[in-house]
């Protein structure tokens, strides 16, 4: 807009404006979706929204309840340290190797000196269940999201590919004019 205003006192300048097309929806739905970094924010879709929401319950539920395994006597005395950690993006309590088979619960990792066990308690397997399922719900989501943009960018490709040729170009005679 500022070089076709100005397209008298640069003629050559403003002739190249006109392939610098607007592009109101790549520009509306890009920042509302992503961040600067790429990542998908939680609004771009009302169902990511509430996948994400249900997932940061779950694993809120999940190691509420893994504090509360950890504070049962009998289960610390299994315990190698009364903490709650992830494996194999499962929530995990450390158990000593010799306990293993008397804690209620799945193997789901060993430590690499085979002292301990990574294991999840059966208590909390069915919410691990429910998280995983939501888990994928969110990749896939944002896999969709992922596509609807690319989808908004491809069918805007050839005027982009000459809007950035035309910015080179006057990007190229600015540095002439500089010079």
């Known amino acids: 807009r500022i070089l076709v205003a100005r397209q008298q006192g640069c003629p050559e300048l403003g002739d190249r404006a006109r392939y610098l097309y607007s592009f109101p929806r790549i520009e509306t739905e890009i920042p509302r979706c992503l961040t600067s970094e790429g990542r998908v924010l939680d609004h771009a879709s009302n169902h990511l929204r509430e996948l994400r929401q249900e997932i940061r319950d779950l694993e ?80 896939k989501e944002v896999e969709v999201i992922l596509q609807t943009l690319s989808g908004h960018v491809g069918q805007e490709s050839e005027r982009l590919l000459i809007a950035c040729e035309e910015m080179a170009q006057i990007d190229a005679l600015g540095a002439q004019a500089q010079y």
């Open 60 to 139: 809120g539920q999940i190691q509420r309840s893994l504090y509360n395994v950890l504070h049962d006597p009998d289960i610390l005395k299994m315990v190698q340290e009364p903490l709650v950690t992830q494996r194999q993006n499962r929530y995990v309590i450390p158990i000593k190797a010799e306990h293993r088979s008397r804690f209620p619960g799945l193997v789901i990792d060993q430590s690499s000196s085979g002292v301990t066990y990574f294991m999840e308690p059966l208590s909390v397997f069915p919410l691990s269940n429910r998280l995983r399922a939501a888990q994928l719900g969110e990749e």
